[in-house]
């Protein structure tokens, strides 16, 4: 059974940082393409970022640009996002996932929370005004 473990959230006033960690167990992690989403209260759960098995292709939305930024540890078996100039509206529980791309190109980048397999507990990220 895959794990993915995260860690790293918290509170903090806007325009500060945290950084979240993810560390993954029991897969091949190189294999294995992964996402940071985030979900708040009454909303859908959305992407905010990705990296490909290999790191070399990462996508991130419009309303994290410049600020979120995704990176991968494939000999440490973990994924990180770095969060700067928070914002109250990034207040939202953020989940780790993790999706097999073994057979894929190493630039192939599922962007979709249905693509992703594997689902970490999730860590509470709260920024006040």
């Known amino acids: 059974q895959v794990q993915l473990v995260e860690s790293g959230g918290g509170l903090v006033q806007a325009g500060g940082s945290l950084r979240l960690s993810c560390a993954a167990s029991r897969l091949t992690f190189s294999d294995y393409a992964m996402g940071w989403f985030r979900q708040a209260p009454g909303k859908e759960r959305e992407l905010v970022s990705a990296i490909s098995k290999g790191g070399s292709n990462i996508y991130s939305p419009d309303f994290v640009k410049g600020r979120f930024t995704i990176s991968r540890d494939n000999a440490n078996n973990a994924v990180y996002l770095q969060m700067n100039s928070l914002k109250p509206e990034d207040t939202a529980v953020y989940y780790c996932?993790?999706?097999?791309?073994?057979?894929?190109?190493?630039?192939?980048?599922?962007?979709?929370?249905?693509?992703?397999?594997?689902w970490g507990q999730g860590t509470q990220v709260t920024v006040s005004s």
């Open positions: 996932a993790a999706t097999p791309t073994t057979y894929s190109s190493g630039s192939y980048l599922p962007i979709r929370s249905d693509d992703y397999v594997h």
